[in-house]
């Protein structure tokens, strides 16, 4: 079975401060996507990142940046000089990578960023 | 990537109703999924609609009560049936296009009353 702990379900950062959402992830996969996505108060679901099990690189997108670590199962996502428009919920999300899998996704981190 | 047309957007239903939420997908995809979001939760999968046949649901989810269509390769509907105010979620369809290329509709935010 799949699962997705995102352990901090709020956190609040004056804006300009950095900030890194936690996710740690369990599969017995050896070949697996892992996400996250960002998800407004609107409620629609924007895609920010897929990683593949096998690509360890971190990957950085202008102020947003991403750790994966396969020893740990983790895949850590850092904003730094974070503003308001920031704020939602954020989603760590996994699947399996052979045919069509489903997505299992964290509980979400609901991050506000105080002007 | 797959563009999805998800309607309606949001919805006010009066209990013991059933409400029908559409999902258009501009290309053709073997298979749609249909998650709930509860508020403040996490998305849960209710079902996998392959075209053709019948839908898998997950665990805690029936067809009695979450019927769902899946005419063509093209389209899936989700009825929510008598509904309850539990029922008040956000609900997504989504597709997958490849190795691990997913899309999700814009969402459809029902309350019940």
């Known amino acids: 079975a799949q699962k997705v702990t995102q352990a901090q379900t709020e956190i609040s950062v004056v804006e300009k401060e950095d900030v890194t959402l936690d996710c740690v992830y369990e599969?017995?996969?050896?070949?697996?996507?892992l996400f996250w996505y960002k998800q407004p108060p609107s409620g629609e679901l924007v895609f920010l990142i897929r990683r593949n099990s096998f690509d360890e690189q971190n990957e950085i997108s202008g102020r947003y940046s991403w750790n994966f670590q396969k020893s740990t199962s983790s895949f850590n996502f850092t904003i730094t000089a974070s503003q308001v428009v920031d704020s939602a919920v954020y989603f760590c999300a996994l699947s399996g990578a052979g045919g069509y899998q489903k997505v299992t996704f964290g509980i979400g981190t609901k991050l506000q960023v105080i002007p | 990537s797959a563009v999805i047309s998800q309607k309606p957007s949001r919805d006010i239903c009066q209990r013991g109703t059933s409400l029908t939420i559409q999902c258009q997908v501009d290309?053709?995809?073997?298979?749609m999924f249909w998650y709930r979001q509860q508020p403040g939760q996490s998305l849960t999968l209710i079902a996998t609609?392959?075209?053709?046949?019948?839908?898998?649901?997950e665990s805690g989810f029936v067809i009695d009560k979450f019927p769902i269509s899946r005419p063509n390769l093209t389209f899936s509907t989700l009825t929510v049936s008598n509904m309850s105010p539990e029922d008040s979620s956000i609900y997504l369809c989504?597709?997958?296009?490849?190795?691990?290329?997913?899309?999700f509709g814009s969402g459809t935010r029902l309350t019940v009353v």
């Open positions: 989504s597709v997958v296009q490849g190795q691990g290329s997913y899309t």
């Open positions: 290309s053709q995809v073997t298979m």
């Open positions: 609609a392959n075209q053709g046949s019948e839908a898998t649901y």
């Open positions: 599969t017995r996969d050896t070949t697996y996507y």
